[in-house]
C-alpha cells in the first residue's frame, strides 16, 4: 500500500517590538536573565495588560501579504496550563476568534507552484525560558521572554513532504523578514515551528492519526525530522501497529524522534475570554493604512526582477529570497552594470566572501558601489574577468577601491595588439609540437596556448585578444 503525507505547520515569529506585547518592558535579545520583568509580565496579583498598538500594526501586515481576511473584532483569550517558565499560569493567546483567517502562500518546488492554505494568524504573548543544569537535577528559568509578542501562522494540512515544509517555512520567513516584522533567526527563537503530519493511503480523503513534532530550530531539522517522522508512521502501519497521537521531539544527534508526551486538545487549555482585555477593534480605515505601507514582497520583486532585468527565474529567485540581497542588487545595478553580470558576482565571489567571515549582506565590506566600478573596469576592458576575482579579494580586507588597487599594482589589462601578437610568437615558438597537433584537428589545445600567455603576461593580456591572435598564427595567418 503507498501512503502519502499530510502536514500541517504552526509558525511561531518573535515580532520585532521594542516592547512586549501588554508592558513597557524591553525584548532586546541575551540581556542578563530575570531583567527586562516588571509586575505585568511577572503576573503579580492586580496588575493590567495593555495592549502594545504596533504589535497589531505587525500582525496586520503579515495577513495582508498572505491574503488573509482580517477580522474587524478579534479577542484575546487565556490558554491555561501549568509549567515553570509561565508566571501566570495561563498565556494570553487568542483563540475562538483570531486577527485573520483563510489566507494563502504559494511555493515553488521544481517547475510546480502549489498553494498552502493558511488556516490562521494569531496574536499572543510568550513563555520564558528554561536552562536545565547539566551536572545537578536543578532548572533555572529566565523571564525575559516572557510576554514577548508573537504571532503564530497556523497553515492549512496542504503540506505533502518534507521538501514542500521547507519552500513554505523558507516563503514565510522571506515575508516576515521583507515585513520587517521579524529577523527570522531561527537559532536564537525569534523564528520557529512545530510540525503536525500524519499519514494515510494515497488516495484516501479520511486523516490519519497525527503526532506533533517540536524541538524543530533550523529548515534542515524540519526537514529531516519529517523526513524521518513520515517513514516512521508508514513502517507502524504496515506492521499492524496503530499511530499513537503524541508530541515527539526531534533529535538531532541520533536523526530521529522520540515520544515526548500525549498530544493536548485545545479543551486540555480551558481556554475562554481574557476579563482584562477589551475586544479588539480593527476599522477599514486601519487596514487600508496598513496596506499602502506594504513593501514590495518577494513574488512581485521576483517577477519584476526577471522582467526588468531579463534574469533567469533561478536568479531572480536567489536575488529576492532577502530584501537585504534584492537591496545590494539593484544599488549595484544602478551603477550602469549589465544585470546579468551582477547577479553572477552576487551570488558568487561576494556570497563567497559573506559566507567565509560569518556575514550578512549588509555588512558587507564590499559595497554595491565599489562591486559596481570593479564590473565596470572589467566592461570597460581595464581588467579581465579573471584579474577581477584577484582585485576583489583585495577590496574586503584593505577597503580600497577597485580603481586604486588596478592603478597600484598595475594591474591594467593589455590590449595592445602587438604587444601580444609578440608573446604569441614566444609560446608557439616553444610549443612546435602542440601547434601541430592543433593544426592536426586536436583544437581543444587552444586552451594550452592562451594558458601559457597568460602566465607570462601575468594574467593582464585580454582574453579575447589571445584567443583570437592565436587562432590566426595556428591557422597560418601572420609569422610565428
Same mark, same amino acid.
Given at each position: ?5 499530510? $502536514?500541517?505547520? +504552526? ?12 508592558? =513597557? ?39 495582508? *501579504? ?11 483569550? @487565556? ?67 516572557? =510576554? ?10 496542504? $503540506? ?95 536523526? @530521529? ?34 496596506? *499602502? ?6 513574488? *512581485? ?46 551570488? =558568487? ?54 580603481? +586604486?588597487?588596478?592603478? *597600484? ?46 602566465? @607570462?603576461?601575468?594574467? @593582464? ?20
Amino acid at each position: 500500500m503507498e501512503f502519502e503525507a499530510v $502536514i500541517g505547520l +504552526e509558525v511561531h515569529a518573535q515580532l520585532k517590538t521594542k516592547s512586549k506585547i501588554f508592558c =513597557g518592558c524591553s525584548t532586546a535579545f541575551g540581556a542578563t536573565p530575570n531583567t527586562h520583568v516588571c509586575p505585568v509580565c511577572l503576573g503579580m496579583p492586580g496588575v493590567l495588560p495593555v495592549l502594545n498598538r504596533q504589535v497589531v500594526e505587525f500582525a496586520l501586515r503579515m495577513a495582508l *501579504a498572505t491574503d488573509c481576511s482580517v477580522a474587524r473584532e478579534s479577542r484575546f483569550a @487565556r490558554k491555561n496550563y501549568f509549567y515553570p517558565d509561565l508566571p501566570k499560569g495561563y498565556q494570553i493567546s487568542q483563540y475562538e476568534l483570531p486577527i485573520a483567517e483563510a489566507g494563502h502562500v504559494d511555493i515553488a518546488v521544481g517547475d510546480a507552484v502549489k498553494r498552502i492554505g493558511i488556516t490562521r494568524i494569531h496574536m499572543e504573548e510568550d513563555a520564558g525560558k528554561l536552562t536545565h543544569d547539566p551536572d545537578r537535577p536543578v532548572s533555572y528559568v529566565d523571564f525575559n521572554r516572557t =510576554g514577548v509578542p508573537l504571532i503564530e501562522i497556523v497553515s492549512e494540512p496542504d $503540506i505533502r513532504s518534507a521538501e514542500q515544509a521547507g519552500a513554505y517555512l523558507r516563503q514565510l520567513r522571506s515575508l516576515v523578514r521583507y515585513l520587517d516584522i521579524c529577523d527570522g533567526n531561527m537559532e536564537e527563537g525569534s523564528f520557529r515551528c512545530d510540525a503536525n503530519v500524519s499519514v494515510r493511503p494515497a488516495g484516501t480523503r479520511a486523516l490519519g492519526t497525527r503526532t506533533e513534532l517540536k524541538n524543530l530550530n533550523s529548515f534542515r531539522h524540519v526537514e529531516k525530522a519529517l523526513a524521518f517522522e513520515i517513514a516512521r508512521q508508514r513502517e507502524v502501519i504496515r506492521d499492524g501497529g496503530q499511530v499513537v497521537q503524541e508530541t515527539r521531539l526531534w533529535d538531532p544527534d541520533k536523526n @530521529r524522534t522520540t515520544s515526548m508526551r500525549g498530544k493536548e486538545e485545545a479543551h486540555d487549555y480551558r481556554y475562554f475570554p481574557d476579563p482584562d482585555l477589551l475586544p479588539l477593534v480593527i476599522d477599514d480605515d486601519w487596514i487600508a493604512r496598513v496596506r *499602502a505601507q506594504l513593501p514590495e514582497l518577494p513574488d *512581485a520583486k521576483k517577477r519584476r526582477f526577471m522582467d526588468q532585468y531579463s534574469l533567469p527565474a533561478y536568479d531572480a529567485a536567489l536575488l529576492t529570497a532577502g530584501r537585504d540581497i534584492a537591496d545590494y542588487f539593484e544599488a549595484c545595478t544602478a551603477g550602469g552594470v549589465d544585470p546579468k553580470t551582477v547577479s553572477n558576482w552576487v551570488m =558568487g565571489p561576494l556570497t563567497a566572501l559573506l559566507n567565509a567571515r560569518g556575514m550578512v549582506v549588509e555588512q558587507s565590506p564590499v559595497s554595491p558601489e565599489a562591486l559596481a566600478e570593479l564590473l565596470k573596469l572589467v566592461e570597460e576592458g581595464v581588467i579581465s574577468g579573471k584579474i577581477a576575482k584577484t582585485v576583489f579579494e583585495k577590496m574586503a580586507p584593505s577597503g580600497r577601491t577597485a580603481r +586604486e588597487i588596478v592603478e *597600484a599594482e598595475g594591474l591594467v589589462q593589455v590590449s595592445d595588439t602587438a604587444a601580444i601578437e609578440a608573446v604569441v610568437d614566444e609560446v608557439l615558438t616553444a610549443n612546435p609540437a602542440q601547434a601541430e597537433d592543433y593544426r592536426a584537428g586536436k583544437t581543444k589545445i587552444l586552451g594550452f596556448f592562451v594558458g601559457q600567455v597568460m602566465k @607570462r603576461t601575468r594574467g @593582464r593580456a585580454n582574453p579575447r585578444l589571445v584567443n583570437e591572435i592565436l587562432r590566426k598564427r595556428l591557422d597560418g595567418q601572420g609569422p610565428v
